[in-house]
């Protein structure tokens, strides 16, 4: 399995942000060909670092599918999205998910 992660930093209006991201952004990934499942959260700080305002991970069978899901033209609609909720570029990175125990 393949995991994308967005992480992003906190908006000039968190309230516009969640509204947009929730009722609009969300429904559209959901149909990123290949997705087998996401999750996002609006994490609390813990410890002196900023935790990131939003995170949001999408997890595809490997590399070959989440890379596919971004180049089809529903990935280009849901990059293209995300200036409509943050106008602060989200960092992103993807990885093979490791399992442990």
């Known amino acids: 399995m393949h995991c994308l992660t ?4 906190a908006p000039d209006d968190p309230k516009a942000f969640r509204d947009y991201y929730v009722s609009r952004h ?3 990934a959901r149909s990123l060909p290949g997705l087998i499942r996401f999750s ?7 410890g002196p670092a900023t935790a990131p305002f939003c995170i949001f991970q999408a997890y595809f069978a490997d590399a070959e599918a989440m890379g596919a899901a971004l180049a089809s033209e529903l990935g280009a609609k849901v990059a293209a999205d995300v200036a409509n909720y943050s106008p602060k570029r989200p960092a992103l990175c993807s990885f093979p998910v490791e399992a442990a125990g």
């Open 40 to 46: 996002y959260a609006f994490p609390e700080q813990m």
């Open 26 to 28: 969300l429904p559209l």
């Open 6 to 9: 967005v992480l992003y930093e």
